[in-house]
């Protein structure tokens, strides 16, 4: 199964940065290319707890909203592809 995570950010709270830093760092998630911010692929429900439970406690403090959405991985879930935060700019760009 697939949950997609999705990250809704307030003036008030950590910036966009820190929330990957921490997420990646402490869930080991990274941000994907396409509508979602997050992909979690998990097996049993336990396994999928565990992970958002990590979740709502690094992102308690830090001020964000988040939402799910659960999906069976079939032939119509698309390939994804994590990426870096921040993206790593290329030379002579600021």
């Known amino acids: 199964m697939r949950t997609y995570v999705d990250i809704y950010f307030t003036a008030a709270g950590a910036s966009p940065m820190k929330v990957a830093e921490v997420l990646k760092k402490e869930v080991g998630l990274s941000f994907v290319f396409g509508e ?14 565990e992970i958002l439970e990590k979740m ?4 308690r403090p830090m001020g ?26 290329t030379p002579g760009r600021e």
């Open 36 to 49: 979602h911010d997050f992909v979690i692929n998990w097996q049993t429900t336990e396994e999928l707890y």
């Open 56 to 59: 709502n406690q690094v992102l």
């Open 64 to 89: 964000v909203y988040f939402r799910f959405e659960s999906r069976e991985e079939g032939r119509e879930e698309p390939e994804l592809h994590e990426f870096s935060w921040p993206p790593i700019l």
